[in-house]
C-alpha cells in the first residue's frame, strides 16, 4: 500500500505513470484566464504572452507598434528584470502573470503588468499615460480605463434620492395622521427610535461591507451572498426581492387610496369632485394604470428613472417644506371629516396649543377605518415601519453607481439622517397642533390645514410614485443579480437578459407581474406586516453577514467604514428578530420557515461557488482556538481514541481498506498519507499542490471523513518519517500508522467496479470531472512489475514507526472485504450486510508463542481496536470472538479463561470466548508455551529499555530464526480451520528484529502466517487504550 511515484521514471510497483503533468515539466503552466475556452484574448493580453515568450527565448519584443507601450518604454535587450513563469532562479527580479479578465469578483484585484525599476528604462514619451497596476472589478472604480456604460450615477442621484424618497413615500404624507392618533406622542416617538435604531445598526452594517471591496450589480444580495454564500443569500435574497415587489405594491395602493380619497365618488374633500367610481375592481384597475406607468419608466433605464427621481425629489421637498409653514401661518378652524358619504362630523386644527399636545400624549387605539380591525402597537408600528424600510434603495442601484463603495456608505447615512429629522419634526408638530379626532378620522388631514391644500396632493402623488418607482426598479435589479448567479435554474433564466444599454428589461417585466398580483389584495395595511418582516429578515441578514466576517477575523476584511462593532451587528440581529415576532409571530415563522426551505433548495441544486464561504473563516476561527485549548499534556487514556495515518500509494487498489479504516477510527483523527518521489531542488515549482483537488474529490466520492496530507521525498520511507512527524496539529497528531501489505497479489481496481467512479455526473463542485480523476490515479500494477519498495525499506518504515513510539497496523487481503457480501442498498440492509459473519481476535503473539500473558499493551490494544468496530452501526451485526491458544496438558487454562473473561467484563467488551487446543503447532514450534525468554516477555511495550535493550534486541534477532516456516504454516491452518464465516482477523504483529539483515525473513513470515485469510489486520500496539475506572 505505501506509495512512491516517480516524476520521470515508471515505477512497476505503482503502476504506469500518465504523462508527465504540468508539474513535472520544465516550466510550471502558466494560469489561464477565466473561460478561456470561449473567450478571445484581449489585445494587451496577447501583447504581454508574446512578451513573455520572448522574455524567455531572450530576444526583445515592441509592447506596441511604435516600440512603445503608452510612453513606458521597454529597452531593446533589456531582459534581465523580466522572471518568466517557471523560472526556478530565485536570482532574476520581477515577474510576469498574463493578466487576467477582471470580471468577476473572484478575479484578483491586482494584475501585475511590466514595470520600470531604474531610470535607465526611460525613453522620450514617458510622461504619458501609463496602464495602471490596479484594477478594480470591471475596471472602473480603480482608475482602469474600461468604463462600464452601466454605472453612471452619482452619489446624490443614485443613493441619496432614491433612499429619501423610498423612506418618506406614502408615510410621510398619509399616515403621520394614523400613528400619532393611535399611538400617541409618546409612544410614536419610541416607535420611531425603536425603527431608527434598528434601521441605524443595519446601516452601519451595510456601510462596513460595501466599503470592503467592489460591490457589483445586486445591493443587499450581493453583500450577502458573497459573504454567508450561495445558500444564506439566495434564500434572503429572494426574499428581500419579496419584500421589495410587496413594498412597491404597498405605495401603489397607497397612491390609490390618497386618488380615491379626493377623487372617488364617496371622497370627503374637495366637494363636488367626486368623479371616479369606487369598489375592489376598480381600485386594482386604478393600482394597475400606476404600476403601468412605473413599467414604462423602468424600462427605459436607470439614467431615466434617476431624472424623474431627482424631479419628484424636488417636488416632495417644496410640499414638505409648505406643510410646515402651514403649522404656523394656518389660523385654528373646524375640519369636516366625512366617512362614507352619509356620516361626518368635526374636528379641530387648534395651531401650537399645549393642551392639545396634552390630549395627543398617551395611546388610544382604536379600530382603524381603511380595514375596520382594531389597532395595536405592532400593528402600527408594522405601518409606521414602512416609512423606515427604504434604506436599501440606494445599494439596489449598486450595479448603476459609479462608485458604489464610496456612495453607498455617504448617501445611506445622509438619507437616514434627513428622514428622521423630517419624521421627528412632523410627529412633534401634528401632536401640538391637530386633534386626536382629525388624526383619526382623516389620515390625509395635510390637505385641510396647509396653505393650499393641491400641494399636498402633489405630494402625495408624487412620493407614493417614485417610491413604486424605486421599489420596482430595485426588485428588478436583484433578480438580476439572482438569475445571473443561476440560483434558481431556469426559472429565473430569462431574467439575465438585458438592453444594449445594460437595463435588465425582462426582470423588470417578472417584478411588474409580480406586483400586480400584489394588488389583488387591495388594501395597504392589511400587507404592511409582511413587508415589514421581510424586509426585517433581510436586514438581520446583512447584520449577520457583517458579524461574521467580524468574527471571522480575516485580514482581508478591512473596511475603511469603522464606526462598527460585533456589540453593533449582534444587536441589529437580535433587534429584527425580536421586532418581528411582535409585528406578527405568525408572520414571522412563516418567514423563517421559508427561508430555510429556500435555503435547503439551494443547497441541495446548486454547485460549489467561487465567492468564499465565511463559514470556512468562521471554522477555521473556532478550530484554531480550540486546538490551542486542546493540550496534550492533559491526555488521559479514558478518552483516547485512534488517529490513524494511512498510507496509500495508489487510491485504485486500496479505496476498500480506506472505507475499512474509516469505520475504524471513532471519530478520531483519519489522514491518507501519500508520498511522491522526486527532489524539489530539482523541480521549477512543488508538484504536491497541485494533485489535492483530485485527492479531495477521492475523498468526497468514497464518503469517508478524512484528512489528505501529501509530501515530496527522495525515498517512500523518508516520506513517511515525514508525514508521522508534521501529520496535524497539537493535540490532532496520528497515534496509529496503517501499511498495506508487503505481498505480490495483484491489486484490482476499485474505481471499475464502483459506480461513483463510473457514473458519477461529469464534474464535481470544485471544476475535477471524472476522466481528470480517473486520469490522475494510474493503473493498478501488474504480476511482472517490478516492484519500486524493496522489503528492507518496508519493514524499516515499520521499524520507524515503532522508534517514533506510533501504533502500527498492517492491512492484508481488504480487496476482498465486500467480496460475498449483499450490496447495500438501504440504511437497514447496511446495518445487516455483516449479520453472521464474525471479527476474530487472536490477543496472543503467534510468532512469539513464548510469550505467557495474553493482557499485554499490544493484546488490549487488539481487543480495543477490534471492540471499535463493533459499535460501527454497519458492523454492529457482527459478531466478536476472542481466541484463547491452550495446551492439552495445561490445567489451568480453565483459570486463564475465566480471568480473561473477568477482564472483558471490567472493560464493557462483548465477546465469545472461545478455546482452541494447539498442541500440534507448539509442537512444531520446538519450545513449550511457558519458556519464556529474557526478562520474562521481551515484546513487552512497557519493560524497561536501559541495561535490558541489548538482551530484546539479542532474543528479537534469535526469536526470527526459530520460528520456522512449517510452524508458520500450521497456525495459519489454525486460523483457516475455525468455524464460521469471518470478516475480519485481528493479529498480534510482533516487533521487527533489530538485526536489519532479518528484515526480509521477519517479512516472509508474515506473509506465510498470513497466506489466505481473507482480511486481516497485523497490530502491534504501544499505547495505553482501555481503562476501567470511571
Same mark, same amino acid.
Given at each position: 500500500?505505501?506509495?512512491?511515484?516517480?516524476?520521470?521514471?515508471?515505477?512497476?510497483?505503482?503502476?504506469?505513470?500518465?504523462?508527465?503533468?504540468?508539474?513535472?515539466?520544465?516550466?510550471?503552466?502558466?494560469?489561464?484566464?477565466?473561460?478561456?475556452?470561449?473567450?478571445?484574448?484581449?489585445?494587451?493580453?496577447?501583447?504581454?504572452?508574446?512578451?513573455?515568450?520572448?522574455?524567455?527565448?531572450?530576444?526583445?519584443?515592441?509592447?506596441?507598434?511604435?516600440?512603445?507601450?503608452?510612453?513606458?518604454?521597454?529597452?531593446?535587450?533589456?531582459?534581465?528584470?523580466?522572471?518568466?513563469?517557471?523560472?526556478?532562479?530565485?536570482?532574476?527580479?520581477?515577474?510576469?502573470?498574463?493578466?487576467?479578465?477582471?470580471?468577476?469578483?473572484?478575479?484578483?484585484?491586482?494584475?501585475?503588468?511590466?514595470?520600470?525599476?531604474?531610470?535607465?528604462?526611460?525613453?522620450?514619451?514617458?510622461?504619458?499615460?501609463?496602464?495602471?497596476?490596479?484594477?478594480?472589478?470591471?475596471?472602473?472604480?480603480?482608475?482602469?480605463?474600461?468604463?462600464?456604460?452601466?454605472?453612471?450615477?452619482?452619489?446624490?442621484?443614485?443613493?441619496?434620492?432614491?433612499?429619501?424618497?423610498?423612506?418618506?413615500?406614502?408615510?410621510?404624507?398619509?399616515?403621520?395622521?394614523?400613528?400619532?392618533?393611535?399611538?400617541?406622542?409618546?409612544?410614536?416617538?419610541?416607535?420611531?427610535?425603536?425603527?431608527?435604531?434598528?434601521?441605524?445598526?443595519?446601516?452601519?452594517?451595510?456601510?462596513?461591507?460595501?466599503?470592503?471591496?467592489?460591490?457589483?450589480?445586486?445591493?443587499?444580495?450581493?453583500?450577502?451572498?458573497?459573504?454567508?454564500?450561495?445558500?444564506?443569500?439566495?434564500?434572503?435574497?429572494?426574499?428581500?426581492?419579496?419584500?421589495?415587489?410587496?413594498?412597491?405594491?404597498?405605495?401603489?395602493?397607497?397612491?390609490?387610496?390618497?386618488?380615491?380619497?379626493?377623487?372617488?365618488?364617496?371622497?370627503?374633500?374637495?366637494?363636488?369632485?367626486?368623479?371616479?367610481?369606487?369598489?375592489?375592481?376598480?381600485?386594482?384597475?386604478?393600482?394597475?394604470?400606476?404600476?403601468?406607468?412605473?413599467?414604462?419608466?423602468?424600462?427605459?433605464?436607470?439614467?431615466?428613472?434617476?431624472?424623474?427621481?431627482?424631479?419628484?425629489?424636488?417636488?416632495?421637498?417644496?410640499?414638505?417644506?409648505?406643510?410646515?409653514?402651514?403649522?404656523?401661518?394656518?389660523?385654528?378652524?373646524?375640519?369636516?371629516?366625512?366617512?362614507?358619504?352619509?356620516?361626518?362630523?368635526?374636528?379641530?386644527?387648534?395651531?401650537?396649543?399645549?393642551?392639545?399636545?396634552?390630549?395627543?400624549?398617551?395611546?388610544?387605539?382604536?379600530?382603524?377605518?381603511?380595514?375596520?380591525?382594531?389597532?395595536?402597537?405592532?400593528?402600527?408600528?408594522?405601518?409606521?415601519?414602512?416609512?423606515?424600510?427604504?434604506?436599501?434603495?440606494?445599494?439596489?442601484?449598486?450595479?448603476?453607481?459609479?462608485?458604489?463603495?464610496?456612495?453607498?456608505?455617504?448617501?445611506?447615512?445622509?438619507?437616514?439622517?434627513?428622514?428622521?429629522?423630517?419624521?421627528?419634526?412632523?410627529?412633534?408638530?401634528?401632536?401640538?397642533?391637530?386633534?386626536?379626532?382629525?388624526?383619526?378620522?382623516?389620515?390625509?388631514?395635510?390637505?385641510?390645514?396647509?396653505?393650499?391644500?393641491?400641494?399636498?396632493?402633489?405630494?402625495?402623488?408624487?412620493?407614493?410614485?417614485?417610491?413604486?418607482?424605486?421599489?420596482? $426598479?430595485?426588485?428588478?435589479?436583484? &433578480?438580476? =443579480?439572482? #438569475?445571473?448567479? *443561476? %440560483?434558481?435554474?431556469?426559472? +429565473?433564466?430569462? @431574467?439575465?437578459?438585458?438592453?444594449?444599454?445594460?437595463?435588465?428589461?425582462?426582470?423588470?417585466?417578472?417584478?411588474?407581474?409580480?406586483?400586480?398580483?400584489?394588488?389583488?389584495?387591495?388594501?395597504?395595511?392589511?400587507?404592511?406586516? $409582511?413587508?415589514?418582516?421581510?424586509? &426585517?429578515? =433581510?436586514? #438581520?441578514?446583512? *447584520? %449577520?453577514?457583517?458579524?461574521? +466576517?467580524?468574527? @471571522?477575523?480575516?485580514?482581508?476584511?478591512?473596511?475603511?467604514?469603522?464606526?462598527?462593532?460585533?456589540?453593533?451587528?449582534?444587536?441589529?440581529?437580535?433587534?429584527?428578530?425580536?421586532?418581528?415576532?411582535?409585528?406578527?409571530?405568525?408572520?414571522?415563522?412563516?418567514?423563517?420557515?421559508?427561508?430555510?426551505?429556500?435555503?435547503?433548495?439551494?443547497?441541495?441544486?446548486?454547485?460549489?461557488?467561487?465567492?468564499?464561504?465565511?463559514?470556512?473563516?468562521?471554522?477555521?476561527?473556532?478550530?484554531?482556538?480550540?486546538?490551542?485549548?486542546?493540550?496534550?499534556?492533559?491526555?488521559?487514556?479514558?478518552?483516547?481514541?485512534?488517529?490513524?495515518?494511512?498510507?496509500?500509494?495508489?487510491?485504485?487498489?486500496?479505496?476498500?481498506?480506506?472505507?475499512?479504516?474509516?469505520?475504524?477510527?471513532?471519530?478520531?483523527?483519519?489522514?491518507?498519507?501519500?508520498?511522491?518521489?522526486?527532489?524539489?531542488?530539482?523541480?521549477?515549482?512543488?508538484?504536491?499542490?497541485?494533485?489535492?483537488?483530485?485527492?479531495?474529490?477521492?475523498?468526497?466520492?468514497?464518503?469517508?471523513?478524512?484528512?489528505?496530507?501529501?509530501?515530496?521525498?527522495?525515498?517512500?520511507?523518508?516520506?513517511?518519517?515525514?508525514?508521522?512527524?508534521?501529520?496535524?496539529?497539537?493535540?490532532?497528531?496520528?497515534?496509529?500508522?496503517?501499511?498495506?501489505?508487503?505481498?505480490?497479489?495483484?491489486?484490482?481496481?476499485?474505481?471499475?467496479?464502483?459506480?461513483?467512479?463510473?457514473?458519477?455526473?461529469?464534474?464535481?463542485?470544485?471544476?475535477?470531472?471524472?476522466?481528470?480523476?480517473?486520469?490522475?490515479?494510474?493503473?493498478?500494477?501488474?504480476?511482472?512489475?517490478?516492484?519500486?519498495?524493496?522489503?528492507?525499506?518496508?519493514?524499516?518504515?515499520?521499524?520507524?514507526?515503532?522508534?517514533?513510539?506510533?501504533?502500527?497496523?498492517?492491512?492484508?487481503?481488504?480487496?476482498?472485504?465486500?467480496?460475498?457480501?449483499?450490496?447495500?442498498?438501504?440504511?437497514?440492509?447496511?446495518?445487516?450486510?455483516?449479520?453472521?459473519?464474525?471479527?476474530?481476535?487472536?490477543?496472543?503473539?503467534?510468532?512469539?508463542?513464548?510469550?505467557?500473558?495474553?493482557?499485554?499493551?499490544?493484546?488490549?490494544?487488539?481487543?480495543?481496536?477490534?471492540?471499535?468496530?463493533?459499535?460501527?452501526?454497519?458492523?454492529?451485526?457482527?459478531?466478536?470472538?476472542?481466541?484463547?491458544?491452550?495446551?492439552?496438558?495445561?490445567?489451568?487454562?480453565?483459570?486463564?479463561?475465566?480471568?480473561?473473561?473477568?477482564?472483558?467484563?471490567?472493560?464493557?467488551?462483548?465477546?465469545?470466548?472461545?478455546?482452541?487446543?494447539?498442541?500440534?503447532?507448539?509442537?512444531?514450534?520446538?519450545?513449550?508455551?511457558?519458556?519464556?525468554?529474557?526478562?520474562?516477555?521481551?515484546?513487552?511495550?512497557?519493560?524497561?529499555?536501559?541495561?535490558?535493550?541489548?538482551?530484546?534486541?539479542?532474543?528479537?534477532?534469535?526469536?526470527?530464526?526459530?520460528?520456522?516456516?512449517?510452524?508458520?504454516?500450521?497456525?495459519?491452518?489454525?486460523?483457516?480451520?475455525?468455524?464460521?464465516?469471518?470478516?475480519?482477523?485481528?493479529?498480534?504483529?510482533?516487533?521487527?528484529?533489530?538485526?536489519?539483515?532479518?528484515?526480509?525473513?521477519?517479512?516472509?513470515?508474515?506473509?506465510?502466517?498470513?497466506?489466505?485469510?481473507?482480511?486481516?489486520?497485523?497490530?502491534?500496539?504501544?499505547?495505553?487504550?482501555?481503562?476501567?475506572?470511571?
Amino acid at each position: 500500500m505505501l506509495g512512491r511515484r516517480r516524476t520521470r521514471k515508471h515505477p512497476p510497483w505503482v503502476g504506469r505513470e500518465p504523462a508527465p503533468g504540468p508539474a513535472f515539466s520544465s516550466h510550471a503552466t502558466r494560469p489561464s484566464p477565466p473561460n478561456s475556452k470561449d473567450t478571445c484574448l484581449p489585445l494587451q493580453e496577447i501583447r504581454l504572452l508574446c512578451l513573455h515568450r520572448a522574455a524567455r527565448e531572450g530576444k526583445p519584443f515592441p509592447l506596441s507598434r511604435g516600440g512603445k507601450r503608452r510612453g513606458a518604454p521597454w529597452p531593446p535587450g533589456n531582459t534581465r528584470n523580466v522572471r518568466t513563469v517557471g523560472d526556478a532562479d530565485p536570482d532574476k527580479a520581477g515577474s510576469l502573470r498574463p493578466p487576467q479578465a477582471m470580471s468577476t469578483e473572484s478575479s484578483p484585484l491586482l494584475s501585475y503588468r511590466l514595470f520600470r525599476v531604474s531610470s535607465e528604462c526611460e525613453m522620450p514619451g514617458g510622461g504619458q499615460e501609463e496602464a495602471p497596476l490596479v484594477v478594480g472589478v470591471a475596471g472602473s472604480a480603480t482608475g482602469g480605463s474600461h468604463h462600464d456604460p452601466a454605472r453612471q450615477l452619482s452619489t446624490f442621484f443614485g443613493v441619496i434620492v432614491p433612499t429619501v424618497l423610498s423612506m418618506f413615500s406614502i408615510v410621510v404624507f398619509m399616515r403621520v395622521g394614523f400613528v400619532i392618533g393611535h399611538a400617541g406622542f409618546l409612544q410614536s416617538l419610541l416607535m420611531l427610535v425603536v425603527a431608527y435604531v434598528i434601521i441605524s445598526l443595519t446601516v452601519l452594517s451595510v456601510c462596513a461591507i460595501s466599503t470592503n471591496g467592489a460591490v457589483q450589480a445586486g445591493g443587499a444580495y450581493f453583500m450577502i451572498s458573497r459573504t454567508l454564500g450561495p445558500e444564506f443569500g439566495g434564500s434572503i435574497g429572494l426574499m428581500f426581492y419579496l419584500a421589495n415587489v410587496c413594498a412597491c405594491g404597498v405605495y401603489v395602493l397607497g397612491l390609490v387610496e390618497a386618488i380615491l380619497d379626493d377623487f372617488g365618488a364617496d371622497g370627503s374633500d374637495p366637494p363636488g369632485a367626486k368623479a371616479l367610481p369606487q369598489g375592489y375592481l376598480y381600485s386594482f384597475l386604478y393600482g394597475s394604470v400606476v404600476l403601468l406607468v412605473c413599467l414604462l419608466v423602468c424600462l427605459v433605464g436607470s439614467h431615466i428613472y434617476s431624472r424623474a427621481a431627482f424631479f419628484i425629489f424636488l417636488v416632495v421637498n417644496a410640499v414638505l417644506i409648505t406643510i410646515f409653514a402651514s403649522f404656523f401661518a394656518v389660523s385654528p378652524r373646524e375640519i369636516v371629516v366625512s366617512r362614507d358619504g352619509n356620516h361626518s362630523f368635526n374636528a379641530s386644527f387648534t395651531g401650537f396649543n399645549v393642551s392639545t399636545l396634552r390630549d395627543n400624549m398617551y395611546a388610544m387605539y382604536s379600530r382603524d377605518y381603511t380595514t375596520n380591525n382594531i389597532m395595536s402597537f405592532a400593528t402600527v408600528f408594522a405601518v409606521m415601519f414602512n416609512g423606515c424600510t427604504g434604506i436599501m434603495a440606494g445599494s439596489n442601484m449598486s450595479g448603476e453607481l459609479k462608485n458604489a463603495s464610496s456612495s453607498i456608505p455617504k448617501g445611506t447615512i445622509i438619507a437616514v439622517v434627513y428622514t428622521f429629522v423630517i419624521y421627528f419634526l412632523l410627529f412633534f408638530m401634528t401632536s401640538f397642533t391637530c386633534e386626536r379626532a382629525l388624526l383619526k378620522g382623516d389620515y390625509g388631514f395635510f390637505r385641510a390645514i396647509n396653505v393650499w391644500p393641491p400641494f399636498v396632493l402633489i405630494g402625495i402623488y408624487s412620493a407614493s410614485l417614485s417610491a413604486s418607482m424605486s421599489n420596482l $426598479i430595485g426588485a428588478s435589479r436583484i &433578480l438580476h =443579480a439572482l #438569475a445571473k448567479d *443561476d %440560483l434558481f435554474g431556469i426559472v +429565473l433564466a430569462p @431574467a439575465k437578459i438585458v438592453s444594449k444599454g445594460g437595463n435588465p428589461w425582462v426582470a423588470v417585466l417578472y417584478t411588474w407581474a409580480l406586483v400586480q398580483l400584489v394588488l389583488f389584495v387591495g388594501k395597504l395595511n392589511t400587507i404592511a406586516s $409582511i413587508v415589514t418582516v421581510f424586509y &426585517l429578515v =433581510a436586514y #438581520a441578514a446583512v *447584520d %449577520l453577514a457583517c458579524l461574521a +466576517l467580524e468574527w @471571522a477575523s480575516a485580514p482581508n476584511f478591512r473596511p475603511t467604514f469603522q464606526v462598527f462593532s460585533w456589540h453593533t451587528c449582534l444587536l441589529g440581529i437580535v433587534s429584527c428578530l425580536v421586532m418581528m415576532f411582535l409585528i406578527s409571530a405568525a408572520g414571522a415563522s412563516g418567514s423563517l420557515g421559508l427561508m430555510l426551505l429556500l435555503l435547503g433548495f439551494i443547497h441541495l441544486r446548486s454547485a460549489a461557488s467561487s465567492w468564499g464561504y465565511i463559514s470556512q473563516a468562521l471554522i477555521f476561527h473556532q478550530v484554531r482556538k480550540y486546538l490551542l485549548l486542546l493540550d496534550i499534556r492533559k491526555d488521559h487514556v479514558k478518552f483516547w481514541r485512534p488517529q490513524i495515518l494511512l498510507m496509500v500509494a495508489n487510491p485504485r487498489g486500496s479505496s476498500q481498506l480506506m472505507k475499512f479504516i474509516n469505520h475504524l477510527k471513532k471519530g478520531g483523527l483519519f489522514v491518507l498519507g501519500h508520498v511522491e518521489i522526486g527532489d524539489l531542488d530539482t523541480m521549477p515549482s512543488d508538484p504536491i499542490q497541485a494533485h489535492y483537488n483530485f485527492w479531495l474529490s477521492l475523498v468526497d466520492k468514497l464518503s469517508i471523513k478524512a484528512f489528505v496530507d501529501l509530501t515530496l521525498s527522495p525515498s517512500v520511507r523518508q516520506g513517511t518519517q515525514h508525514l508521522l512527524r508534521i501529520t496535524g496539529l497539537g493535540g490532532m497528531k496520528p497515534n496509529t500508522l496503517v501499511l498495506g501489505f508487503y505481498d505480490d497479489c495483484v491489486p484490482e481496481d476499485y474505481f471499475l467496479q464502483d459506480p461513483a467512479f463510473s457514473q458519477a455526473r461529469e464534474n464535481d463542485e470544485f471544476g475535477v470531472d471524472l476522466p481528470a480523476l480517473q486520469a490522475h490515479f494510474p493503473p493498478v500494477r501488474e504480476a511482472e512489475s517490478q516492484r519500486a519498495l524493496r522489503p528492507s525499506e518496508y519493514v524499516a518504515i515499520i521499524s520507524d514507526a515503532v522508534k517514533m513510539h506510533k501504533n502500527v497496523c498492517l492491512a492484508r487481503y481488504f480487496h476482498l472485504l465486500e467480496k460475498d457480501l449483499p450490496p447495500s442498498s438501504s440504511s437497514t440492509s447496511s446495518k445487516r450486510r455483516f449479520e453472521g459473519r464474525y471479527i476474530d481476535v487472536w490477543p496472543l503473539n503467534l510468532l512469539r508463542p513464548n510469550s505467557p500473558t495474553y493482557v499485554d499493551i499490544c493484546s488490549l490494544f487488539l481487543l480495543q481496536m477490534a471492540c471499535i468496530l463493533t459499535m460501527v452501526s454497519s458492523w454492529k451485526a457482527a459478531r466478536l470472538r476472542i481466541f484463547l491458544c491452550v495446551e492439552s496438558g495445561d490445567v489451568g487454562w480453565v483459570s486463564k479463561e475465566e480471568k480473561l473473561r473477568e477482564l472483558l467484563t471490567k472493560l464493557r467488551i462483548k465477546a465469545t470466548i472461545k478455546i482452541v487446543t494447539w498442541d500440534q503447532v507448539v509442537a512444531l514450534h520446538g519450545h513449550p508455551q511457558h519458556a519464556a525468554g529474557p526478562q520474562g516477555d521481551p515484546e513487552r511495550s512497557d519493560l524497561p529499555s536501559g541495561a535490558e535493550k541489548p538482551a530484546r534486541e539479542t532474543y528479537l534477532n534469535a526469536a526470527t530464526f526459530q520460528v520456522t516456516d512449517e510452524y508458520l504454516a500450521s497456525v495459519n491452518d489454525l486460523l483457516l480451520k475455525q468455524g464460521g464465516q469471518t470478516a475480519v482477523r485481528f493479529l498480534y504483529l510482533p516487533r521487527p528484529p533489530a538485526d536489519t539483515s532479518q528484515y526480509e525473513r521477519y517479512l516472509e513470515q508474515l506473509a506465510i502466517l498470513t497466506t489466505d485469510l481473507g482480511p486481516t489486520l497485523l497490530i502491534h500496539g504501544l499505547t495505553p487504550v482501555t481503562c476501567t475506572e470511571l
